[in-house]
């Protein structure tokens, strides 16, 4: 393992936005792992575990410690039954795992197709999409304690999983490096059905079964794919897509309660546009609703295509911002904070980005 100097860090994220990080190591198995982690804290150096640089905007003036990119690789398995057992390690590029177990016939990662990313950040954000959280097929997750740089294993529900939430993001959490994960599996390449995912564009369901009155798995990776792209949330080789984080923010989760002055606020604003955009929301349990962001961004100036000086709003998806060619951290930084102000001024709720900023963010207000 080689420990670089002042190592551009834009080209390594999904924004291709970015500073300098002051020192850079690639670390390639678990051990060189450790021993870049126990060298950032033997020098007194803070440090930051990059993966596939997909859910992070980077400062322009960078990262002033050791950025330690995470690029272990390997797929093993076990087979119990029915049932498939497999150890993946954290640098794999978390689509190639889905198209892996896709090709295997291994079902219950087949929802996450064309998420960004690498296989160890996806525990970290609970990655999700049509009706399929990551939490759903994780058995437990190896970790390094950054503190002495023990090897740990969290069960399931030591992760702490909730909505694109975990106990890797809390302040205790954040002190371990995700070395591998460990997935449970079906050995059916026949997908389940009863998917009723919808939003106002798509109905995932209808599509998969327009595929096949039987579909494989590879049926649904298709359709998802093919949903993702329409969306312009594609962010791979030979795939038109647009320079971003994906979706900036989560979904709010409120209250029932507030479903109605939502909905009376969107009506009055433009009763069309409310009903065309319908579901915009679901509900959780028996007392609260998961809100569609993109939804209350659609009646703010923010919405489709929205431009502001080298960055702006895809013309495919609210909810995605841009860097349209140039663009800076500053200005994406400063496009997300209007574009939360607006939301709250509009519909008094809080937007909160499902992005990390790395380095210095302390902007004028």
Known sequence: MIIKEFVSLAPLTTFKIGGMARFFAEAETKEEIKKAVLLAREKNVPFFILGGGSNILVSDDGFSGLVIKISSRGVKHEKKGNTIRAIVEAGERWDDFVAYAVGKGWRGVENLSGVPGSVGAAPVQNIGCYGTEVKDV????????????????????????????????????????????????????????????????????KLVMEKSVNPTLKDVREVILSVRGEKGMIIAEGAKSYASAGSFFGAPVLPSSHLERITAIARDLDGEKEKRLRPWFWRIGEDRVKIAPAFLLEFTPYSKGYARGKVGISPKHSLSIINLGGGTAREIYSLAKDMSSEVRKVFDVDLNPEVMFVGDFQMDS
């Open 138 to 205: 994780i058995e437990s997750v190896y970790a390094i304690d950054t503190n002495n740089g023990e090897e740990k294993i969290f069960s399931k529900e030591e992760c702490g999983f909730g909505y694109r939430d975990s106990f890797f993001k809390t302040v205790e959490g954040k002190r371990f490096v995700i070395t591998s994960v460990v997935f449970s599996l079906m050995d059916a390449p026949y997908a389940e059905t009863n998917d009723s995912y919808k939003d106002n564009r798509f109905d995932i369901g």
